[in-house]
Nanobody, 122 residues
Framework: QLQLVESGGGLVQPGGSLRLSCAASGFTLGTYTIGWFRQAPGREREAVSCISGRDGDTYYRDSVKGRSTISRDNARNTVSLQMNSLRPEDTAVYYC???????????????WGNGTLVTVSS
């Protein structure tokens, strides 16, 4: 069975940093597009960042550019999202998702993890 498990969420103060990890079991992440998405209460799920499995191309939504980095660790079969300078509006449940093709839209992802909660508050 294919499984994605997110970790690293928690409570962090504004301006702080957090590193989210997405671990795969049952398959190898290296050839898949892996995306991080988030959903806040009452809001639609939105793409935060994605990394291509084919050429390593990356995408960041404008609000996280310059303060977030998505990366692969193929030896550990994980994809991480480092987030710095966190803001209260970053508060959301963060999900990782995988896609066979290069796509970074929630409807295009093939399977999902269950999410990890990030709360940015003082």
């Amino acid at each position: 069975q294919l499984q994605l498990v997110e970790s690293g969420g928690g409570l962090v103060q504004p301006g702080g940093s957090l590193r989210l990890s997405c671990a795969a079991s049952g398959f190898t992440l290296g050839t898949y597009t892996i995306g991080w998405f988030r959903q806040a209460p009452g809001r639609e799920r939105e793409a935060v960042s994605c990394i291509s499995g084919r050429d390593g191309d990356t995408y960041y939504r404008d609000s996280v550019k310059g303060r977030s980095t998505i990366s692969r660790d193929n030896a550990r079969n994980t994809v991480s999202l480092q987030m710095n300078s966190l803001r209260p509006e970053d508060t959301a449940v963060y999900y990782c998702a995988a896609a066979i093709q290069w796509v970074c839209f929630d409807y295009g992802m093939d399977f999902w993890g269950n999410g990890t909660l990030v709360t940015v508050s003082s």
